[in-house]
């Protein structure tokens, strides 16, 4: 699994991985019933302590997108929510491409709808 | 070691030789002297030495062992050495063994058993000659063998991620054995514990060794059913999920990382954890457990690890990253 941090940044690192980690669930590239990397190994390869990873761990499980099960680490939930966004916002950018619409105004679409 | 250099064709013809047609010859040749001398000696050989009385069987007894031993043992060894050398980077070993096995059971145990037949020597001078003839043949034809000249082109490196010097990418994977194949071991090894624990009540505490091969079977599964491969600043990691086995190649030593295609057979003579020369003549640790794209990492000295991770191209592309950043 791939996480991309970046420690200057004011987001706390706990919630970038776990941001790394949910957006890679909500698209599919970790897939339902996969095991996340152990906490000691994650942190080992990010070069950060243990405890920021099982925080990160703690806030998906809190999200309901793991389930941390002793012995077995975390394992990734399915979740309908974040397979029926995938499937609308693949419609939506199939119409967008279809009415040729860039995607800068898609994304801004996006926004207006989200802070609406 | 022979200085004899060749291209991967002619090595290949020569490996085959000596894996499929020298034991083959040395099977015949056995045969012949066998037959010879049990066609014109007494009809009825020593099978069995022990402490009590020995037991004899007809001289074609002999003869069978030689071709029932020596015929599968080619089949086998050549069924996999064919395999193993469609691609660059054999293995040297492979034919040593074949001829080792080979002399050791036609020579030592089918002729030495029936030239030396009523002899006070036997059994053990066939035994211990044999033994010794083997590993001397074995070395020898490891020594005879040209070797396979190292390949030119390289595996091409992956290309690095756009990571800001303030952004830390990192990577982790798995290698691991098919859990239906941990299940069959698991299960043999248990059969033959609870084979071993009836046979100590029954026939005592002495019998203690037999617990050995299937503790060392569940061990060795146990070491080896997971590897943890993790990529980062720090480097590149191959790990036993139980702490050991441990390979690392820190950042400063990483060459270069790219996606290969891994055939198990022909790249490393097995599935599992393995060392081989690899085609650049360089060491190679597999940790490889399907056919496939899988990741190769290299050292700065150009010796190399190969892992079977799933999504290669990621793990490549974070090494790459500081593989270039470091140098």
Partial sequence: MFVLIDPTTVTPVFAQIAESIATQIATGTVATGERLPAAKDLAGSLGVNVHTVLRAYQELRNDGQVELRRGRGAVVLGTPTAEALRVAVARAATEAKAAGIPIGTLLALIRKEYES | ?327
Wanted: include cysteine; aromatic fraction near 8%.
């Fill in chain 2, 1 to 327: 070691m022979s200085t004899r250099v060749v291209d991967h064709a002619t090595a290949r013809r020569a490996a085959l030789v000596a894996t499929i047609w020298v034991p083959l010859a040395i099977v015949v040749a056995a045969e012949i002297v066998v037959v010879g001398v049990g066609a014109t000696g007494s009809s009825r050989l020593i099978t069995h030495w022990g402490a009590g009385a020995v037991r004899t069987g007809p001289w074609w007894t002999y003869a069978v062992l030689v071709a029932a031993i020596g015929l599968p043992v080619i089949a086998i060894m050549g069924f996999f050495m064919v395999r193993a050398t469609r691609m660059a980077g054999m293995n040297t070993w492979m034919p040593a063994i074949a001829v080792g096995i080979t002399i050791f059971h036609a020579v030592g145990m089918g002729v030495g058993s029936v030239v030396l037949n009523a002899s006070p020597l036997a059994p053990a001078l066939p035994l211990a000659g044999g033994v010794v003839l083997a590993i001397a043949a074995a070395l020898l034809t490891w020594w005879l063998l040209p070797r396979e000249a190292p390949a030119t082109e390289g595996v091409d490196a992956a290309d690095a991620l756009p990571v800001r010097s303030h952004e830390v990418a990192a990577w982790t994977g798995r290698v691991e054995l098919p859990s239906w194949f941990i299940a069959l071991i698991a299960t043999a090894a248990g059969l033959l514990i609870v084979l071993g624990v009836s046979l100590v009540l029954t026939l005592g505490a002495h019998v203690w060794p037999i617990f050995l091969a299937p503790t060392l079977l569940l061990v060795v599964v146990l070491v080896t059913a997971q590897f943890v491969v993790t990529a980062g600043p720090g480097g590149f990691i191959v790990r036993s999920v139980v702490g050991w086995p441990y390979l690392r190649i820190p950042a400063e030593s990483l060459a270069k990382a790219a996606v290969v295609a891994v055939d198990p057979m022909a790249d490393f003579g097995g599935w599992g954890c393995r060392w081989v020369l690899g085609p650049t003549r360089k060491g190679r640790w597999g940790f490889v457990t399907r056919r496939g794209p899988g990741l190769e990492v290299f050292r700065r000295d150009g010796r190399s690890i190969v892992v079977t991770v799933d999504d290669p191209g990621t793990a490549a592309a974070v090494l790459e990253t500081y593989a270039t950043t470091q140098a």
